[in-house]
């Protein structure tokens, strides 16, 4: 079964500091990867996704992620922060196309000004 | 863009009681949805997969019985809680993916969700 481990449970920052949210994969065969940062009181908004091609994926707001298969990680990135970052970011693998979509713990980012 | 609409947005019942939550998509067909719970500051956890004209399959140590999942239509699921308890109180969420192939599919789209309280 796919399982997805998200490192960090909260973050903390200040403002123009880099961010780095850490995401490992459980599963044997492809899959495609998702980050989706929910903001406080709204629903999910997809960052980015990666299904194939170049490991390295560039998203809305700046946000970007790289695949590295040996790893089985998915890492979200974004070189300076903003206030209005805060949020909950979840990081999110399926198997299949449209299949079911298996969610990370989440990281809430707080990001001070 | 694709729409998932979800009703209601917020919900407070009695013990004992049953609830159900409609999850409509609203310019596409969907012949699958998925229904997801989610604590406060915690993830979102799998609850079943609902299947147009099939029974939903449900993820381990979910209750089929207390969470009755109906897809009846190519742009209607529902969620019912039955005999609701205090613990079923959560955020419920559900999602299709509109994709039809190609380099923009893969997008799954989320409804707002619905705040359960059972008092």
């Known amino acids: 079964a796919q399982s997805v481990s998200q490192h960090n449970h909260h973050v903390i920052l200040s403002e123009a500091a880099s961010l780095e949210l850490g995401c490992n994969y459980s599963y044997g065969g492809t899959v495609n990867l998702f980050w989706y940062v929910q903001y406080p009181g709204q629903h999910l908004q997809l960052l980015l996704k990666?299904?194939?091609?170049?490991?390295l994926v560039k998203g809305i707001k700046g946000f970007e992620a790289e695949f590295i298969k040996s790893k089985f990680s998915f890492n979200l990135r974004k070189p300076s922060v903003q206030w209005s970052d805060t949020a909950e970011y979840f990081c999110?693998?399926?198997?299949?196309?449209?299949?079911?979509?298996?969610f990370g713990q989440g990281t809430e980012l707080s990001v001070k000004p | 863009g694709a729409v998932v609409s979800q009703h209601p947005s917020r919900v407070i019942c009695k013990s004992g009681t049953s609830v159900k939550i409609e999850c409509r998509s609203l310019?596409?067909?969907?012949?699958?949805m998925f229904w997801y719970r989610q604590f406060p500051k915690q993830s979102l956890m799998l609850m079943a997969t609902s299947n147009e004209g099939s029974k939903a399959t449900y993820e381990q140590g979910v209750e089929k019985d207390k969470f009755l999942i109906n897809h009846a239509s190519l742009t209607l699921s529902t969620l019912t809680v039955t005999s609701a308890h205090p613990e079923d109180s959560s955020f419920y969420i559900c999602s299709a993916n509109p994709g039809t192939g190609g380099a923009q599919d893969y997008g799954y789209t989320f409804g707002s969700g619905t705040r359960l309280t059972v008092v």
């Open positions: 310019d596409f067909q969907a012949t699958t």
């Open positions: 999110a693998v399926n198997a299949r196309v449209r299949g079911k979509l298996i």
């Open positions: 990666y299904f194939s091609g170049d490991p």
